[in-house]
């Protein structure tokens, strides 16, 4: 019995995520987190604003505390997860760390014997001023060493009149130690998959990280200092309360005597 067609839907969402996220899940994390911010942001303040048994003066606070909250909730979750997800793709990128499969790509490759970093920044910068790799960020190094390294050896998007320099042709002869050249492809696709595979994995971490740092200890505490503020406001609007004029207000603390316990005094070594 044959399939059913996907509706245009699913055949969207599909060609979105193919696009944007197959590769890169941790950014569909951000993305989505940050959406559900929007969302609850956006339920909350139609909640207020239809709320019956709310005050008509008390909602003109209340709904631009909602608004206030809502952007500080978007803008630090996002903020922060990017920043945090962008340095360990920075990382991966420029092997801080990497997998046995790409070192073993990088010692095989390398003519000259420089340092990993600087052998793929060096292939990776020249890759896309070739135009062999496509990828444009220049922080993307290892992506754009193996784009290129493989364009290069399919014959894809070579310039014309291009003579490769010495290490260029001490590479690709390394690598080519053996093997003919549907396995020097096959070899490169497969360490290509092993690193996107990597970072990957790394960058969810990153990002469910970020978002646990983000949602638990930065943003409600920028969102209890905005709440406080409209609060103040309130409360001098409707003039039941005397607002005191301190700028910060630190509660008293109680200190208790700590006891001390004897829980392992009947014990004996």
Known sequence: MPLPKMNLFNSTVNKLWNSQYADDVGVALIHLGAAGWVLSALAQIVMIAKNKDIDKKEKKFLIPQEIADGIINVG????IC????????YSAENIHYMTKKTNEVIQLMNPDNRS???FI??????FRALGLSKIKKPRQNLSSFFDGAIN?????NIPENFIPKADFSRAF?????????????EYLESAQRNFKAFKNGIGVIAAVGA??????????????????????????RNGNIKVPAAKTQIPQLQYYPIQKASTFKAFKI
């Open 82 to 89: 990017q920043v945090i997800k962008n340095i360990a793709d």
């Open 152 to 156: 290069y050896l399919n014959g894809k």
């Open 116 to 118: 990993a970093s600087e």
């Open 211 to 236: 978002s646990i740092l983000a949602c638990n200890l930065i943003t409600p505490v920028a969102r209890n200092i905005t709440a406080n503020y409209y609060q103040k406001k309130l409360l001098k």
């Open 173 to 185: 002869g390394n690598l080519a130690n053996g093997k003919n050249l549907e396995q020097q492809i």
């Open 121 to 126: 920044k060096g292939f990776g910068s020249s």
């Open 76 to 79: 630090l979750y996002y903020t």
